[in-house]
T-cell receptor, first 115, second 110 residues
Framework: GAVVSQHPSRVICKSGTSVKIECRSLDFQATTMFWYRQFPKQSLMLMATSNEGSKATYEQGVEKDKFLINHASLTLSTLTVTSAHPEDSSFYICSARPTGGDGYTFGSGTRLTVV | RKEVEQDPGPFNVPEGATVAFNCTYSNSASQSFFWYRQDCRKEPKLLMS???SGNEDGRFTAQLNRASQYISLLIRDSKLSDSATYLC???????????FGKGTKLSVIP
């Protein structure tokens, strides 16, 4: 079945630094990938839709200059949390939808802790 | 604003019990519906799709009522391994986006 690899699974960083999270589809091409954030005891909230070769579409309230998304190939999307603050600490998950296909596959998530 | 509302839970049930989860969605144009399962600190995994005619997969039965914008999940003969958070998820065809409910936590007790 379709597999999405997400790295790192866990990261601790200092306030003010930047963190890059990678989401890679291993055995399929994904024109569109999605980035979610999940705070404790909350549901997954869509942050942005990442489209290969074009600018990402951000949900209302998500700062595009803070959460930089790059989808340079059909198998890789990256999310960079810039100038991270403790309130950015969360569980970030990507999902990918096969080009021309159905279904969504989720990455294993990245737990970010900003200290 | 697109909303997906679920029973708040938590549900604590003994092994062997039958438990039902409910979910309502606000966007009448929603196209597809799913139940996902999420274990603690893990990514969500698809449990089953929900079809208008209702569908069953082993001990799990899902129902959809489009007129009432209501989805349900029934788990029969609960197992300890069923303990997880169950997420009601709605798919918006135009945007290819998934909207998640907050989830209902189930604990199956020996």
């Amino acid at each position: 079945g379709a597999v999405v690899s997400q790295h790192p699974s866990r990261v601790i960083c200092k306030s003010g630094t930047s963190v890059k999270i990678e989401c890679r589809s291993l055995d399929f091409q994904a024109t569109t990938m999605f980035w979610y954030r999940q705070f404790p005891k909350q549901s997954l909230m869509l942050m942005a839709t990442s489209n290969e070769g074009s600018k990402a579409t951000y949900e209302q309230g998500v700062e595009k200059d803070k959460f930089l998304i790059n989808h340079a190939s059909l198998t890789l999307s990256t999310l960079t949390v810039t100038s991270a603050h403790p309130e950015d600490s969360s569980f970030y998950i990507c999902s990918a939808r096969p080009t021309g296909g159905d279904g969504y596959t989720f990455g294993s998530g990245t737990r970010l802790t900003v200290v | 604003r697109k909303e997906v509302e679920q029973d708040p839970g938590p549900f604590n049930v003994p092994e062997g019990a039958t438990v039902a989860f409910n979910c309502t969605y606000s966007n009448s144009a929603s196209q597809s519906f799913f139940w996902y399962r999420q274990d603690c600190r893990k990514e969500p995994k698809l449990l089953m799709s929900v079809y208008s005619s209702g569908n069953e997969d082993g001990r799990f039965t899902a129902q959809l009522n489009r007129a009432s914008q209501y989805i349900s999940l029934l788990i029969r003969d609960s197992k300890l391994s069923d303990s997880a958070t169950y997420l009601c998820v709605v798919f918006e065809a135009g945007s290819y986006q998934l909207t998640f409910g907050k989830g209902t936590k189930l604990s199956v007790i020996p």
